[in-house]
């Protein structure tokens, strides 16, 4: 994924079962400043459809090169990965409001097809379709990461959006 600070793109792969969730490698992969420009803009300014599938395009190539390299530099075989989850990059986060809606950038089909490995993707909108704010996996990591710690617990994620699972 890449975050609202547009500084690289963050990749992790973790071993997850039913009783646990392990980091196995992660990396982070510079985010071209060419690039990071063209996003502050097409949030910034208006935007045609051709700037947009672009972007679209471009993100969807540097998120499949940047898994391609993980997987070479960490030798991990495509086979004994069971998918990819691609939340691309947050163009605009409105959850609330008379039409609300979230819209993420990055082809995951690019992805698919670079890496040869299941990819899903689109994970806000169906969320904020039936009334959530559009961060599905948040508070159900929390309930799994630390349900056996104590029956109150509070966890915040300090990010470009703070947010708050209880």
């Not at 097409?42 to 998120?63: D, N, R, S, V, Y």
């Not at 959850?95 to 993420?104: A, K, L, N, V, Y």
Request: glycine content about 10%.
């Amino acid at each position: 994924m890449s975050g609202t600070s547009l500084d690289g793109v963050d990749i992790a792969l973790c071993a997850i079962d039913s009783s646990s969730c392990k980091l196995v490698h992660s990396h982070e992969y510079p985010f071209p400043s060419d690039l990071r420009e063209d996003i502050l803009s097409a949030i910034a300014e208006p935007l045609i459809l051709l700037a947009l599938g672009t972007l679209e395009h471009k993100l969807g190539t540097l998120f499949g090169d940047s898994i391609n390299t993980f997987l070479d530099t960490f030798s991990i075989k495509r086979a004994d990965v069971r998918a990819i989850g691609l939340h691309g990059q947050t163009l605009w986060h409105q959850p609330d409001g008379e039409h609300p809606f979230s819209m993420q950038v990055g082809d995951a089909n690019i992805v698919a097809t670079k890496t040869q490995i299941q990819t899903i993707a689109d994970f806000r909108r169906m969320d904020i379709a039936n009334g959530g704010q559009g961060a599905p996996f948040a508070p159900a990591f929390h309930q799994f990461i630390f349900s056996d710690l104590a029956k109150n617990v509070g966890v915040l994620n300090i990010g470009g959006m703070a947010n708050i699972t209880f």
